[in-house]
Nanobody, 125 residues
Framework: QVQLVEFGGGLVQAGGSLRISCAAS????????MGWFRQAPGKEREFVAA????????SYADPIKGRFVISRHNGKNEVHLQMNSLKPEDTGVYSC??????????????????WGRGTQVTVSS
């Protein structure tokens, strides 16, 4: 069983930066692909970014590519999402997700079996 707890959300002005994090407990952290998803008001939850366990290979959704950076600290069992040049459309609940390592990084909601409760990110215009 994997337990995930997000922290670091908040309110930021457009153009600003914010870093959110997720702490994991359970199986060895390096055996997990860690992902971030977000859900804007009235919209479906969508993939944001993910990173593999040992190799640190990353994958990003097109809307945030070049602005967000996902990283992980395996010694602390944490994954981070550094969000730069934030836009109002980045507003939403950001959730951490985890699944066992695979060769390719999946992006589907059903590909991840473990989820955090989410943290709110609000970008004002």
């Amino acid at each position: 069983q994997v337990q995930l707890v997000e922290f670091g959300g908040g309110l930021v002005q457009a153009g600003g930066s914010l870093r959110i994090s997720c702490a994991a407990s359970g199986p060895p952290f390096t055996t997990l692909i860690m992902g971030w998803f977000r859900q804007a008001p009235g919209k479906e939850r969508e993939f944001v970014a993910a990173i593999t366990g040992n190799s640190g290979i990353t994958s990003y959704a097109d809307p945030i590519k070049g602005r967000f950076v996902i990283s992980r600290h395996n010694g602390k069992n944490e994954v981070h999402l550094q969000m730069n040049s934030l836009k109002p459309e980045d507003t939403g609940v950001y959730s951490c997700a985890a699944r066992p390592n695979t060769d390719a990084i999946p992006r589907g909601l059903t590909d991840y079996g473990y989820w955090g409760r989410g943290t709110q990110v609000t970008v004002s215009s």
